[in-house]
């Protein structure tokens, strides 16, 4: 196997920089960090490392721009609606750029990233539909003829965001479309792996000539940075994606500033698909596979934990190791390429361990994979890797692994006995469910506490249906009305018209 | 995708050639038979519009019966990119259609450029992604929104509730001549935005811009069919477009009159109809209103687009201690700033009267109040060189513009409560002011009246306003102020104003059904 490095296309701005008050700028320490191509593990570009001082001049910026500038102030609605709209024909005209770089720097198969720059489009131009549309509510007094009541929604003010590696460009666009369409700014981080999609977006946004300078800011580098925007005062609120134990990291942050902050934060999953007796067993074990190897499993509703019924087990699971084996990998530039390598060596080395675990301590069956890819090949990949009949409270089977290892657990008999085990879960992000009886349905979806649930499909996403979890899949809902709502807050006025 | 080839949008109204829009081609009226139209400005005829009959209406309708199915269940965002297309080409094509639309209507060049087609993109931008509360996109079956409202216990059972927008199919939109293509647009975008096909068939008064706007939707993709025009009278062509069989649903706006026969034949038929019709509307201004401000907001309340506004406020109502200081403001603020002539001429405030027949119609009730004994004064400022000559009715002759339809800015006072004068519709720039004592006496004169489309109030008492506002009987209120908008409020009128809202989520609301959808699962 040869997997072959694509160059990174001219670039029209410079890719070192961040972008913040809309001019690029260098960090003010001159720091630089190495941004990868992780299909052969080659460094691609180098970009600068924001200081604290740089958070601090973007998060101003975003401060001044809400509190004073147009944006808010001026605009109207249809004004901002507008504006995103021109910025969705900037990215649907440059797109051919945007998914090559994103494939380059992400690993992604193009065929993968083709589909995402279809959703980043949609998503601007969904979200530019709610912009002008924001409506309170005006309550007659029910009991007092004298007051009246109505609500004004206003936009939350400055969002800081810190972004996860695993979509960079998509999971910006779920952040920044509904959080600029409400009225607020923004100061946004990408994750460190991957800033290239941002800064690229950062310039068509300038491009525009619709945003004022300070509404769109974008910072660049890890934790440091990332904690320096959570610790600022004047952040209003905090969007991130990322594990359990960060997001609980930032989440305490947000309440020891000077004031409180609002977050919503997407956190981990180990999310469960249920095969029931009666569905196509071949259309389901297709659906399982791209499922949880999808992004090369790093996908936070990757389905990671299979139940499937005993009266079907074992005529399913050798098609699930058919489906896997049938995967193919290599460049993933080449349109033939259907998953790609993990994001950097920390992750490719965390993968390998969990498969270490699966099979010394947790004792389960490797049904197909279990290796890297190719001893020898440069970057970081993982053949698909399933182990069978494995104990529902395994490591394998309840810890997140973020990387194409799927656990099929022991034989279920009752949909009862699967629902009660998954309310006990941890997380509760997604879930996924192949059966043809209506009532299998109703009882799965209502029994079920998680954010998505999947019947006889999976990873299906719109701009217009929420997205979030239960418990330390976290909170807040991104996608949808509730994530626009998200980023307003509301204010009651209550009148005594007779004075 | 922008398209190489440039729109032919011609310089002159003259150039225009008016054809039928049936099924994505231009094309004669099956009769051959055209009317002429002519360009208010200076009275010459100025191009010819079909004569269109029955025969054209049936082609028209089977056109939009027929793209329905596949328009229908287009997805939402696709329907989106193409009103987002057309909305980009009235905005390039914004400063040729400004001229065009002043040469057909009379109103001036900048105010159509300015106010009419900003607003006219404005509504396909807005409904291309129908993204309000209770209409949000799901993919069903006809691609229509749903709304799931309840999931509840039933015995044994779970029963699933779900609402269903679904389009309705033809629509026919009937629009007037006072926007013309505004009109059209207000009513085309939301009506295709949520799937459904339409017949237009605007007045025969002023066909330019609508003609204009087939060759911007052809030029945007929007498949044939689904927007069809067929240009002619009300008569022939109006009426057996309501009448036909396919059409679902009717939206008209227009005179009152026409509006109940348009809601005659269609109730009768059991097809849904939405009529947006005149007013005689009021204003009343207390005694510590902020003046200057009311009396600026009250000139263009009477005279912004020749009068020919549904909202204007022709009936104005001023506080009998502030009335003869406001009269005089009035009248010389009106004198100094108010120019009439040319509407190609960037000082001129109006233009002509769209037609010599609505021109006589004005005529009719400025001698009507001449002879009751009112007051009538023409505020035309003498030295003002483009106006050759007053006549005793209040036409002026327009220097270089001898033949065409233009009326004074009149201001009647002296006139009783019950006058024809204010109590029917003029639509021209004619306005009564009269003064009021009490607070019950205004709401008790303003409300005096058929209609009740929009109504103004201007005090700095807070409480007052919020007593008055809530009292006055129209669709529209408005608080020291005067048409201004805000495009997610329901607008529409009571009584013979009319019987329908549209706009934001009431133009939806209006152009889909809702089906309430029930599933009983067992558990």
Sequence with gaps: MTITATALPQLPFDRSLAYING???????????????????????????????????????????????????????????????????????????????????????????????????????????????????????????????????????????????????????????????????????????????????????????????????????????????????????????????????????????????????????????????????????????????????????????????????????????????????????????????????????????????????????????????????????????????????????????????????????????????????????????FTRSHSDIARFTRGMRCGTIWVNNYNALYSYLPFGGFRNSGFGRELGYESFDGYLATKAIIDDVSF | MNKSSALNIPSDVSEIKVQNFINGQWCPPTTNKYMSSWNPATGQKSYAIPDSSSADVDNAVRAAKSAFPVWSSTLPEERAAILNRIADLIDQYGDKLAVIESQDQGKTVFSARTADMPLCSGYFRQFARCAVEGFEETKSQMNAPCTPVAVTQVENSVLQSTTQHVPSGVAALITPWNFPMLMVCEKLAPCIAVGNTCVVKPTEITSATPYLLTLILQAAGLPNGVANFVFGTGVNAGEPLVKHKDVRLVSFTGGCVTGAKIGSMAGGLLKRVSLELGGKNPSVVFNDCNLEHAVATHIRAAFQNQGEICLCASRQYVQRDIYDKFVKMFREMTTKEVRVGNPGDSKTYYGPMVSQQHMEKVLTYIRLAQQEGAKVEFLVNPSDPAVKNVANDGRLTISGMEGGYYIA???????????????????????????????????????????????????????????????????????????????????????????????????LEFYTETKAIYSLVSR
């Design chain 1, 23 to 433: 001019r690029w700028v260098g960090g003010s320490t001159g720091q630089t960090r190495d941004v990868e191509n992780p299909a052969v593990g080659a460094v691609i570009a180098a970009v600068c490392e924001s200081s604290a001082g740089d958070v601090d001049a973007a998060v101003q910026a975003a401060h001044v721009a809400f509190h004073e500038g147009p944006w808010v102030n001026e605009y109207s609605g249809a004004q901002r609606r507008d504006a995103l709209l021109a910025l969705a024909t900037e990215i649907e005209q440059h797109r051919k750029e945007l998914e090559l770089i994103e494939s380059i720097n992400t690993g992604k198969p193009i065929v993968d990233v083709r589909v995402e720059l279809d959703d980043t489009v949609d998503l601007f131009r969904h979200f530019a539909g709610y912009a002008d549309k924001v409506e309170g509510r005006h309550i007659a007094a029910q009991t007092n003829a004298r007051l009246e009541g109505y609500t004004v929604k206003v936009p939350v003010g400055v969002v800081g965001f810190i972004n996860a590696f695993n979509y960079p460009l998509c999971l910006l666009a779920w952040k920044v479309a509904p959080a600029l369409a409400a009225g607020c700014t923004v100061v946004f981080k990408p994750g460190p792996q991957t800033p290239l999609t941002t800064q690229y977006f950062a310039h068509l946004l300038h491009e525009t000539e619709k945003f004022p300078k300070g509404v769109f800011n974008v910072v660049l580098g890890g934790a440091d940075v990332g904690q320096a925007l959570v610790d600022h005062d004047l952040i209003d609120k905090i969007g991130f994606t990322g594990s359990v134990a960060t997001g609980k990291h930032v989440i305490r942050s947000t309440a020891s500033t000077a004031s409180v902050r609002a977050t919503s934060v997407e956190l981990g999953g180990k999310s469960p698909g249920v095969v029931m007796p009666d569905v196509d067993l071949d259309r389901a074990a297709q659906l399982v596979v791209s499922g949880c190897m999808s992004n090369a499993g790093m996908n936070c509703n990757a389905l990671t934990r299979l139940w499937v019924h005993r009266s079907v087990y074992d005529a399913f699971v050798p098609r699930l190791k058919a489906a896997a084996e049938a995967l193919v990998m290599g460049t993933p530039q080449d349109e033939r390429t259907q998953m790609g390598p993990l994001i950097d060596r920390r992750q490719y080395e965390r993968v390998l361990e969990y498969i270490r675990i699966g099979r010394e301590e947790d004792r389960a069956h490797v049904l197909t994979g279990g290796q890297p890819l190719e001893q020898g090949i440069p970057g970081y990949w993982v053949q698909p890797t399933i182990f069978s009949n494995v104990a529902p409270t395994a490591r394998i089977a309840t810890e997140e692994i973020f990387g194409p290892v799927l656990s099929v657990l022991e034989p279920f008999d009752s949909l009862e006995e699967v629902i009660r085990a998954e309310r006990k879960s941890e997380f509760g992000l997604a879930a996924g469910i």
């Design chain 2, 409 to 507: 800015p009149t201001l009647i006072t002296g006139i009783k409560q019950n006058s024809r004068v204010m109590q029917e519709e003029i639509f021209g720039p004619v306005v009564c002011i009269l003064p009021f004592d009490t607070e019950e006496d205004a709401v008790m004169l303003a409300n005096d009246t058929q209609y009740g489309l929009g109504s103004s109030v201007f005090t700095q008492d807070k409480a007052r306003l919020d007593r008055v506002t809530k009292q006055l009987n129209s669709g529209s209120v408005w608080g020291n102020s005067w048409m201004n908008w805000d495009d997610n409020m329901p607008f529409g009128g009571l009584g013979c104003s009319g019987t329908s809202r549209e706009h934001g989520p009431w133009s």
